[in-house]
């Protein structure tokens, strides 16, 4: 089976994650879904595999040399993003020609490179699309896809020597939860690669700090019409938190090393309001001073308004970057792959997080590479053919270039 049928019937399977449920897996598709893929790695013939009941899958394809070679290991994840649905995803093959993309005619929904101008990258070639009714899956189903696809490829080619190579495929990712229970010691590898990357030749090794905020506004309710000097509506105290933090520190007005503060959530009534917020910055001293800044301005509201702002706010991940600098070889050997697949490499900071940020903090340096996808979690999200053809072979290159 080749990497785009693999993929294809892997986005087949809704593993949309929650982080409400307090559970790992954080819903139960993806256990379904790590279910079919052990039988599959079973049927490849891969050994030590192994299933446990919180949707980790582990697997190994042995050395076919008696070279001493380090344990080298992939990993993807199977979750979705909570963002938006991953239910009954119906994929495209489009072949690009430029311009406009109908997702849905039905519904007026179209991928344009107006709004989305790294499509003028992709002309002449073959992308895979959603409907336009839920998000695709390339993150991580593409990363899930090129492991597996080149694990076959090398089973199938024994005359490529290579050491002991461990994949594993974990759940929650998506909610930062995704390292939490990720047996490092059993998992076994000296160094591993997260495939969670976005374009072709994405090469990454320093990702956000990250940190997840809710700030609670305790209201007063009173009859509207007597309520003067007595209602504390809840709502309004919680909009004049939200403007009290920097306008242009946020998601759509930065790029780069530039951190930010994202609302994500807002629930309310004038009795009580709850925003939640995500902090992120690569640099570790401007985000605990991003922490900071939220913690006074919870202070300041409530000098104005005693007792009605509580902080619930919480570390996520930090920056690998301290820990793959160390061991820069193994982004040296995946800069090497890289090339030899044929493509050039773009060593850059995620914007975001992965995996391989918390197991590197675990013990398990864990840089990331492309898994091919753009636009993730939502309904413009693309994936060229190409692309994955090509990360699979970054995975097959890097197993050829490990050596004692």
Known sequence: MNVTDRFLKYVKF??????????TPSTPGQMVFAKYL???????????????????????????TD???????????????????????NPQMVDYKGGDITLNADKGIVLSPTQFPELNDYVGET????DGTT??????????????TAIEYLKNHPEIKHGKI?????PDEEIGQGAHKFDVELFGADWAYTMDGGAVGELEFENFNAAVARITFQGRNVH?????????NSIRVANQFASMLPRWETPEHTEGYEGFYHVVGIEGSVEETTLTYIIRDHDRARFESRKKELEHLTRKINAEFPGVATLDMKDQYYNMREKIE??????????????????????????????????????????????????????????????????????VEICKLVKG
Not at 67 to 89: K, R, Y
Not at 135 to 148: H, M, P, R, S
Not at 224 to 232: E, L, R, T, V
């Open 14 to 23: 809704d593993t949309k994650s929650d982080e409400n449920t307090g559970v």
């Open 38 to 64: 052990k039988e599959e790695l079973e049927a490849l013939g891969l050994t030590e595999i192994t299933l446990d009941d919180n949707a980790y899958l582990m697997a190994t394809l042995p050395a076919n």
């Open 67 to 89: 070279e001493d070679i380090p344990t080298i290991g992939f990993i993807a994840h199977l979750d979705t993003s909570p963002d938006m649905s991953g239910e009954n995803v």
């Open 127 to 130: 992308l895979i699309t959603t």
């Open 135 to 148: 998000l695709l899956g390339a993150d991580d189903k593409a990363g899930i896809a090129e492991i597996v």
């Open 166 to 170: 461990r994949i594993a495929f974990n």
């Open 224 to 232: 509207p019409g007597y309520a003067k000097s007595k209602m504390i």
């Open 326 to 395: 160390p061991v820069m070889h193994v982004i040296d050997i995946a800069k090497q792959a890289i090339e030899n697949a044929g493509v050039t490499p773009k060593v850059q900071p995620i914007r975001g997080g992965t995996d391989g940020a918390q197991l590197s903090f675990k013990g398990l340096p864990c840089p990331n590479i492309f898994a091919g996808g753009l636009n993730f979690h939502g309904r413009f999200e693309f994936v060229p053919v190409s692309s994955m053809e090509k990360a699979t072979q970054v995975v």
